[in-house]
């Protein structure tokens, strides 16, 4: 990262330094190109003043400058004098376009490789007063010519600014990653830890998942003392009735309902370690993948129906299924696990000659499942909660009938497992109602 982040900001401090460096190459040198026309035409004004104050042009061949060069062309194109070449050795100098030029318009430019000297040369040409033309010229430079006198100071300037830019880097990047790296070193502590506006997302992100993990490792904390409570009872019992019989204190007459109580609490031991591995495999199967398929969930509530209607029967209850076909995309085993709880809930909430009702009907494209009972209720504040594990109104009742306080609290995993939507509705004294509703 610090890495990464160094060589970002290098490579965009040097790019940005060299785009800078060739506008200011471009401006230097066209500054160089106006100037070195003003000192054409400068040249030029003083040797025409020169030339109207006497007839003798003949200076003009012993000018001696080697960036200048000064030609007088007579106006039929035959040049009468030059301060480079040997002037009579030049050709009719008429067809030049910057004499052509300075003949349309008094004055004429041009910039082309001269065929004498074979160089890249501006032309400044000037009709005199007499007709004759004065023409000057000087080698244009290229931007490497121009450049190549300053080369040893802009060598010393690019390492300058290299160097620069890399210590610039360096502090840059510092300073933007260190409030990473400090809160690095305190994410343990970030609730308290005050950072900058930037990594505000990060740090709340961060707050919301450490927030989330403690709420699940008190909801774990909670659960195995639930557990271990639970387990605890019906083991002290057990103990307890085992060591009447073994220290010989029970009658002959207790024996047999003493078994009768240590047979009945390691049944709900043994329903009790189901129901947990049932839930932690629960928590763990979302995180594996379930096998779903399409199940016709009439047909699994009426296996359900059929393997209660004893229990119903030992408490005078009637259980009925009612609806129609109907086929949902779900895992068999939870989905009958599903029912089953709630209709053994159903049944044991139950009263005297009560009855319990199964009905499967399609509704909007969906599948609901209701199961009914005309048992206690539940009162409203406890609604919610019944689906909390180990939650149970009447402690009492539910363990004399078996219960575990976990049966809603699977029913609830497993609808969501299904992307189903519970709700439940309940009249105390009169009757529970819990509906689920599958997509098919
Ligand atoms: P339990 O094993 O105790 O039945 P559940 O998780 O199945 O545990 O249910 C939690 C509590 O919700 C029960 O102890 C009971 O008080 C209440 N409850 C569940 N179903 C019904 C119902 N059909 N009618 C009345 N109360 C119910």
């Known amino acids: 990262m610090t890495k990464k982040t160094f060589s970002k900001i290098l490579l965009f401090g040097i790019s940005t330094i060299a785009i800078t460096a060739l506008l200011i190459v471009t401006v230097v040198y066209s500054y160089y190109d106006g100037q070195t026309q003003n000192k054409l035409t400068a040249v030029a004004s003083i040797i025409s003043y020169e030339l109207e104050q006497s007839d003798d042009y003949s200076f003009i061949n ?41 003949l349309t318009n008094g004055i004429g430019t041009s910039m082309r490789k001269s065929a004498t000297l074979q160089e890249n040369t501006y032309y400044y040409a000037m009709v005199l007063d007499d007709g004759r033309i004065l023409r000057v010229s000087t080698m244009a430079k290229s931007v490497a010519g121009v450049l190549g006198g300053m080369s040893p100071y802009i060598i010393i300037a690019v390492i300058a600014v290299v160097i620069i830019a890399v210590f610039v880097s360096i502090a840059i990047t510092k300073s933007i990653l260190k409030p990473v790296e400090e809160l690095g070193e305190h994410l343990d502590d970030v609730e308290n830890y005050k950072t900058e506006e930037e990594l505000k997302p990060f740090v709340n992100a961060i707050k919301e998942q450490s927030k989330k993990r403690r709420a699940l ?4 904390k ?12 019906p083991l002290t019992s057990i103990a307890g009735y085992a060591e009447l019989i073994e220290s010989g204190m029970a009658k002959e007459e207790d024996i ?28 763990e199967g979302t995180d594996r993948g379930i096998d779903f398929r399409s199940l016709d969930i009439y047909a699994i509530a009426q296996n359900c129906v059929n393997s209660l209607s004893i229990n119903a029967k030992n408490k005078n209850v009637s259980i009925t299924l009612e609806g129609e076909q109907c086929f949902i995309r779900a ?26 009702r199964v009905i499967i009907t399609p509704v909007d ?27 149970r109104v009447d402690k009492s009742r539910s363990k004399a009938t078996g219960g575990t306080g976990l049966g809603l609290a699977i029913v609830k995993h497993i609808a969501q497992i299904h992307g189903a939507e519970l709700s439940i ?16």
Do not use: M, W
């Open 331 to 356: 895992n068999e085993s939870l989905l009958e696990e599903l029912i089953y709880n709630l209709c053994d809930n159903a049944i044991r909430y139950n009263k005297e000659n009560g009855s319990v």
């Open 365 to 391: 494209g969906k599948v609901k499942l209701s199961v009914c009972d005309t048992g206690i209720g539940i009162d409203e504040k406890y609604q919610e909660r019944i689906f909390e594990r180990f939650f």
């Open 222 to 233: 909670e659960f195995t003392a639930n557990v271990s409570h639970e387990l605890k009872t």
């Open 425 to 440: 509705n309940s009249v105390l004294g009169e009757g529970t109602e819990i509906n689920i509703i599958f997509d098919r």
């Open 217 to 220: 490792d008190k909801q774990k």
């Open 62 to 102: 012993n000018v001696i400058d080697e960036d200048t060069r000064i030609t007088l062309i007579d106006s039929d194109g035959t040049v009468l004098a030059d301060s480079s070449v040997d002037f009579s050795t030049l050709d009719n100098h008429l067809d030049r376009e910057e004499v052509q030029d300075a």
């Open 256 to 283: 047999k309902p003493f078994a009768s109580v240590i047979r009945k609490q390691a049944l709900r031991l043994v329903n009790l370690s189901e129901d947990i591995i049932k839930l932690s495999e629960l928590d």
